[in-house]
């Protein structure tokens, strides 16, 4: 019997690949994984060793923030017989490109939050004055420029 004949169940699958059962059956919707064999009565998917090899694919490609889209891609072009490295190479180039437009984003969200906390100190210290009970819920929400 040769490796590729040999199968496993899906939860058997799933721990040898790292991932959940719940993942594997996304993945199988998806349509990431190929259909797969059941057992004679017709009752659990079995999976065999190429299959594991790519969940554990598909759990790496995540690791690396690749989308499931992506994924989908990567295999199809592999499925294809051609060597899916450029687009792997492109799609971690866009994926590096997001992270660093959140990262701005979040430094600029960062320094509105500070500016925020620092000009409405002087309304929190005067809490309960006339300064706080001008502002209908909250001065430090209600005096913050958000230009």
């Known amino acids: 019997m040769s ?5 496993v169940t899906a ?5 040898r690949a790292g991932i959940s059962r719940k993942a594997l059956r996304v993945y199988l919707e998806r349509g ?9 009565a017709g009752y ?3 999976y065999t060793e190429s299959d594991v090899a790519v969940l554990t694919f598909i759990r790496q490609a995540r690791t690396l923030g690749l989308h499931l889209d992506d994924i989908a891609d990567i295999l199809a072009i592999h499925r294809g017989g051609a060597a899916p490295c450029a687009t792997v190479n492109n799609l971690i180039d866009t994926r590096i490109t997001e992270i660093d437009t959140a990262i701005a984003d979040l430094s600029a969200l960062r320094t509105s939050l500070t500016r925020a906390r620092e000009a409405a100190l002087p309304l929190c210290q005067n809490s309960g004055s006339g300064a706080d009970k001008q502002a209908s819920v ?3 929400v209600e005096h913050t420029d958000t230009a």
């Open 44 to 46: 659990r998917r079995l």
């Open 11 to 15: 939860g058997q699958a799933a721990h």
């Open 3 to 7: 490796i590729e004949n040999v199968t």
């Open 32 to 40: 990431l994984l190929a259909e797969t064999e059941r057992t004679p």
């Open 138 to 140: 909250c001065a430090i």
